[in-house]
């Protein structure tokens, strides 16, 4: 290609930039990106207690290494003391929560 022939092919294409468009689409991303955000908050949350009506909830994690950690579960008025690796979950005690005893 000629060079005279390049410079006018550049010249066409900044001429033909629509900054409407881009404007409109970037509005859109970050439009659908913030609807998504909503839509998780909404769904999951992100606080470590979430919602309070909840009948199970994690009170308490503890990680003990990389792949174990020791959970406090209450369920209704149940806790329930849980051992989580990848192979298993074992339930190391479970009490009411009325009781005032040590196990």
Not at 42 to 58: T, V
Not at 72 to 91: G, H, Y
Request: proline share 2%; glycine share 6%.
């Amino acid at each position: 290609m000629c060079r005279k022939t390049v410079i006018a092919h550049r010249k066409f294409i900044m001429q033909s930039f629509d900054w409407g468009q881009f404007i409109a689409s970037t509005f859109s991303v970050l439009l659908l990106l913030g609807g998504a955000l909503w839509w998780v908050k909404r769904n999951k949350g992100f606080s470590a207690h979430g919602g309070e009506d909840k009948r199970i909830q994690i009170v308490e994690a503890l990680p003990l290494s990389l792949k174990h950690k020791m959970v406090l579960i209450q369920v209704d008025n149940q806790m329930v003391l849980a051992s989580v690796s990848p192979a298993e979950v074992k339930t190391l005690h479970a009490w009411t929560q009325g009781d005032n005893h040590v196990a």
